[in-house]
Every structure is written in C-alpha cells, then in structure tokens.
C-alpha cells in the first residue's frame, strides 16, 4: 500500500525546550515510520529560548515559496501550530483539494488575551482565521480543555489527541537510588506564577517534615516568583538542568509536583502538562493541580494523583502520604505507572491516532 505523502511544518524545534518542541520532534519521529513525510522545522537558539523574530519571519516567507512550488506533492500538509494557518492560509489558494491539518495548544489560541499591542494584533488574526477555519480539514487539540478554547472560539472539527511520554531504557531504579539520599520533591517548569512553585513553598512545604526539601528546575522567567522562592531556606533553585542530568534528578525524587494555580483571565494555560508524564516515566509518582490539560496528562492513582488548586489541605495531605510510602509501595505504583504509560501515553499512539485523523480528513474529502 502507498504510503501518504505528509508535509510537517513546525517553527518548534530543538534546540529550544518546551512541550511543543517536544511534541514536534517526538510526532515527526513516529510518523516517518508509518507515512512519507518531509519536514521543514524551524530550530531554536542555542541557549534554549525560541528563535528571534528575524527568523521566524524568514520561515514564514521561505515556506510561502515552498508551499507554491511543492503544491501538488502531498496529500496532507500538517501545521505544527495556530500561529501557522496564514500559511495554510496561503497554500488552500494553491492546493485547495489537499488536507490541510492544524495543531493546536492552548497558548497558541490564548495569546491574545494579554495586554500589549502585539496581543491585541494577534487577537484579530485570531478573529481572521478563525472565519476562515473551512480552509481546514482538522483541528489536532492536546487535551481535552484545549478542545474547550477551541470551542470557545468557535473552531470545529477538532479531534482530540492527548500527547506522549517516551519510557527511557536503562534508567536506574527508583528505589535503589534513593537510601541515604536527601529527600526532596521536584518542581520541573517555567517560573512563571500560574505554575505554582512559589505557592507549594509557601503553603504546602511549610506542613511537610522538616528534612524534606524542595528542588525547583527550570528557566527564570518572572522575576517576583523568583525572589519568593530565593527567601526560602527549604527551597534549592536550580535553575536550567540539562537533559543528561534531568533522568537522576528525577529519579531521586520523591515526586514530581505540578501545582499549578487558576487564571481566570485565561492569558495563559497548561494545555497538557508533558512534565507530568516524565514523574511515571521514572518510575515516581507525580502530583497536579486537577484543572485545564493536567486532567488529561494525569491517571489518578495509576500515574499521579490530581488536588483541587490552591487547596492547601489537601495538597498536604496527598503529598505526607506519598512520602509515607514504604518501598513495596513505591514498587508497586512504579510498575504500576510505566504499563499505564506504555498503553495510553506512548508516542506511537500519538502518531497512530494522528494518521487515523489525516486518513478520516482525506476519506471526507473523497
């Protein structure tokens, strides 16, 4: 049988670090095994951050010609994200019988609610494209609260297709690592507020016994959060960890906490949460915060556990008794948790359900 001839454009793509990043490169890897697919990625900066408005603009621009040129060569082209549909835009007035797919997050639709000139210009392309949605086949949503914005925008035809974990192989077991080390839980993110790092040290650390601390990893990105969790004594800042180190961090870990706070402004959103999938992955067992795409990376009581937001009991609660946990418990949830991984959240599954989607757009098309 032929395989489809699929074009993905990303402008997400290592080496700068993010869920989308993650989703793009782990996505391409799976579907080149099971379609013909070509791939133009635009790549981010070294130090991690996205790449800078001049090439972002010059991918645009290039893929306009590409589009034109390579117009009758696929039958689906794939656009990694929202911010991408001025060029499936372009490329439906030069291919429209082709199937045009769109992935979306959260943030990519969202971005227009903040203050500023340049959320108030991408709020109208947002209004612009979304007139425009009959251009599209097929919305890809990661979660099931990234199909509720959609809806809220207005934007149908959206299938939702929660994202992956990849299992490492031969990472060292959870418990043997953990005897005569320091107890700590691990806060892996952006230090942005609505992720709750500096809410958990304030009100959650404090009820914990006192030899446990807590290990904060990730890029500074908000300033005050910062300084409230630099004035705690309990908290060990980290700061950027690269990925050959982030396996052992994990690993040691008591656990994974996700306590991400609520934002009724709705300027900014956990589309999915992928971190919450790396705790299991590790064989360690991960704690969210149950609103927005978190309620669909989360499994209670086989990959994690999900506490209402900001209710401070009972996130001391659900953290004192997994640090109560003996070894049979941590070896039961850690088998527990990587066969939950392996059947509803391997990458495979992803690409599986994402070629089912193109397959159903090009049979409606028929």
């Known amino acids: ?53 001049g090439r972002l603009v010059y991918f645009l621009f290039s ?38 797919i769109v992935s979306v997050f959260g943030l990519d639709l969202l971005f227009g609610n903040r203050s500023g000139w340049k959320s108030a210009l991408y709020s109208r392309f947002v209004s612009w494209a979304v007139r425009r949605q009959d251009l599209i086949n097929c919305f890809l949503a990661i979660s099931r609260y990234t199909s509720t914005i959609c809806s809220e925008l207005n934007i ?21 690592k953990r005897q005569g080390r320091e107890r700590y839980i691990l806060f892996l993110g952006r230090l942005v507020r609505r992720k709750g790092a500096s809410w958990f040290a304030r009100n959650v650390l404090p009820a914990l016994p006192d030899d446990v601390k807590f290990y904060v990893a990730g890029k500074s990105w908000d300033c005050p959060e910062v300084k409230m969790l630099k004035n705690n004594s309990r908290v060990n800042l980290l700061g950027y960890v690269p990925d050959n180190e982030l396996p052992s961090l994990i690993s040691e870990s008591e656990m994974i906490v996700i306590p991400n706070v609520s934002n009724p402004d709705k300027t900014d959103a956990e589309g999915f949460g992928l971190v919450a999938l790396e705790g299991p992955a590790h064989g360690v067992p991960c704690v969210a915060s149950s609103i927005e795409g978190l309620q669909d990376a989360v499994r209670p009581s086989e990959t994690g556990f999900l506490v209402s937001a ?34 509803y959240f391997s990458w495979s599954r992803v690409a599986h359900d994402t070629l089912t989607a193109y397959q159903k757009s090009l049979g409606e098309k028929s």
Request: glycine content about 4%; hydrophobic content about 40%; some cysteine.
């Open 156 to 176: 149908q035809n959206v299938v939702v297709i929660p994202l992956g974990v990849r299992l490492k192989k031969n990472i060292p077991a959870f418990l043997s």
């Open 1 to 53: 049988m032929k395989k489809l001839r699929v074009l993905f454009l990303t402008r997400k793509w290592a080496p700068a670090i993010g869920g989308m990043e993650v989703y793009s490169m782990e996505l391409s890897e799976e579907l080149s095994h099971k379609v013909d697919l070509t791939v133009r990625s635009l790549s981010g900066s070294k130090d991690g951050s996205p790449p800078r408005i």
């Open 63 to 100: 893929n306009l010609v590409y589009l034109w040129r390579t117009r009758r060569d696929f039958d689906v082209v794939h656009f990694g994200d929202f911010v991408l549909f001025s060029l499936a835009w372009w490329h439906a007035r030069w291919a429209p019988s082709t199937t045009r």
């Open 310 to 343: 900001e209710d401070t009991n009972a996130w001391v609660t659900q953290v004192n008794q997994i640090l109560e946990w003996d070894e049979e418990d941590r070896k039961s949830f850690s088998l527990k948790a990587k066969e939950c991984l392996e059947t």
